[in-house]
């Protein structure tokens, strides 16, 4: 079973922190995804990585960085985090083989800024 | 952008009955899909069509693609209540690029 897992379920943060989101997928899944998912505006696609050490912006980047140095792991970064970045925050891996890139997504991490 | 539009919003039927829900979206797709979340949990892959194909069976799930008028529709038959979960359809176009849309929140009364 393909698994991807998230550091926290939860987080609480303050206006101004550093906030790391890490995403760990175990299945050598090429492409890995960060969304942010908020009522009535469904998900969307913050950054995307088809390859170590390779991201492309998605939808909604400004704030946001990432970083993948390891295939398996994909990290999201809020550098200085704002109250308008509280949101739920899903990782998500996929084959690069012409699966139709079906995507595997973590549980989330609702994040909280205060 | 070519997010997805899912109809209805809200959806509330009984158990047994069968549930339909639509997306329709607005360029050329390679494919699309439907997951399924759980509240407060990740989404969950149910089904993909191709955007050469019309229609796709899976368990108790059918999917129709019409590329023509760019819309789908998601089939639940006899429904359950386990099925309470919001639907979203997600469109996959170009290299790695997935929209998706605002989803339907199915509720199934027992």
């Known amino acids: 079973d393909v698994k991807v897992t998230q550091s926290s379920r939860y987080l609480v943060k303050r206006t101004g922190e550093k906030v790391f989101l890490e995403c760990v997928q175990d299945m050598d899944h090429e492409n890995m995804f960060w969304y942010r998912q908020d009522p009535g505006l469904g998900l969307r696609l913050i950054y995307f990585s088809y390859d170590v050490k390779m991201k492309e912006k998605g939808d909604i980047p400004e704030g946001y960085s990432v970083s993948r140095e390891k295939k398996e792991r994909f990290s999201l970064i809020l550098e200085s985090a704002s109250t308008n970045q509280t949101s739920m925050y899903l990782c998500a891996s996929s084959y690069d083989r012409g699966a139709g890139y079906e995507q595997y997504f973590g549980p989330g991490t609702r994040l909280t800024v205060t | 952008s070519q997010q997805g539009e899912e109809d209805p919003q809200a959806l509330s039927i009984q158990e047994g009955e069968n549930a339909t829900m639509n997306c329709s979206y607005k360029t050329s797709i390679n494919n699309l899909q439907w997951y399924r979340q759980n509240s407060g949990r990740g989404l969950v892959h149910l089904i993909l069509?191709?955007?050469?194909?019309r229609e796709k069976h899976s368990g108790r799930l059918r999917v129709t693609l019409d590329t023509s008028k760019k819309s789908s529709s998601l089939l639940i038959t006899a429904s359950r209540a386990a099925d309470t979960a919001s639907y979203f359809c997600a469109t996959v176009k170009g290299y790695q690029k997935v929209t998706f849309g605002t989803g339907t929140k199915l509720q199934v009364i027992p």
């Open positions: 069509i191709r955007s050469n194909e």
